[in-house]
């Protein structure tokens, strides 16, 4: 009996929110890690430089979330991961893999020309969220074949597989912004370039509503003026 009237002083509340003058409160915002990198400095601290009165409340994670029914505002996924009932607002570049060694690697180790060369080096095997093992994508001429590497360590976070590359260890896996400032160092070296596959740009997004916060509409508006998209 009470359903209906709760569902009434909700909606008035969203409704307030949305009226506020000054953006405040909490925005919830769920991504993978490696998106959470690459728009960390360009929108959120920047949106929190002006907008010092609204907290955000980022978490990451692989798996893909209903962002809606687990209570977030927003997500940060690769456009093609973003579900067809939201509003996506396109964030970078489009964005590709990497296979990376260190010098020290390659000092002892022939570098591979061609996927199948993989075979014959250490490799770093990846467990995604769901449990399953990662098999390495490649771009052959035009079709994706993915291929199951084997060597001496299976990891689930970017970070530790980054710190076993670096250690010399074997090779390894990543979205390029993960090892970015090591490769410009020349603390990693790339190779099979030429069979990097791309991935369409990260994207915010979120539901169509009628009622959304003032700190909403600010993120939103911040993140289509920092792409280059109209704000209306």
Same mark, same amino acid.
């Given at each position: 009996?009470?359903?209906? $009237?709760?569902? %009434?002083?909700?909606?008035?509340? &969203? ?16 991504? =993978?890690?490696? $998106?959470?990198? &690459?728009?960390? +400095? ?10 010092? %009165? ?14 809606? $029914? ?29 296979? #990376?060694g260190s010098p020290s690697y390659f000092a ?17 095997? !990846? ?7 990662? /098999?390495w994508p490649f771009d052959v001429r035009g &079709?994706? !074949? ?10 689930? %976070?970017?970070?530790? +597989?980054?710190?076993? #590359? ?6 390894? =896996?990543?979205? &390029?912004?993960? #090892? /970015? ?13 030429? =069979?990097? #596959? ?14 959304? +916060?003032?700190?909403?509409?600010? =993120?939103?508006?911040?993140?289509? %003026? ?7």
């Amino acid at each position: 009996q009470v359903g209906p $009237a709760l569902q %009434e002083i909700h909606g008035a509340m &969203e409704l307030a929110k949305g009226q506020q003058a000054t953006p405040s409160g909490v925005l919830r915002i769920n991504a =993978f890690a490696t $998106a959470a990198r &690459e728009v960390l +400095s360009p929108l959120i601290l920047e949106y929190l430089r002006r907008y010092p %009165e609204v907290h955000i409340d980022l978490v990451t994670e692989g798996r893909l979330v209903d962002v809606v $029914a687990d209570g977030f505002d927003l997500g940060v996924r690769i456009a093609d991961l973003v579900p067809t009932d939201m509003i996506a607002v396109p964030l970078g570049r489009t964005l590709h893999y990497v296979v #990376v060694g260190s010098p020290s690697y390659f000092a002892t180790h022939p570098k591979p020309k061609f996927p199948g060369d993989l075979a014959g080096h250490r490799c770093i095997r !990846v467990r995604l969220p769901n449990g399953a093992l990662f /098999r390495w994508p490649f771009d052959v001429r035009g &079709e994706t !074949v993915h291929l199951d590497v084997t060597g001496p360590i299976t990891l689930d %976070e970017a970070s530790l +597989s980054r710190a076993t #590359v670096l250690e010399g260890l074997a090779l390894g =896996f990543f979205m &390029e912004p993960d #090892v /970015r400032s090591d490769i410009d160092a020349g603390r990693l070296v790339t190779v099979l370039d030429d =069979f990097a #596959v791309r991935r369409p740009p990260i994207c915010l997004y979120y539901p169509s509503r009628r009622n959304s +916060s003032a700190a909403l509409k600010a =993120f939103i508006g911040l993140a289509r %003026e920092l792409s280059g998209r109209p704000t209306g």
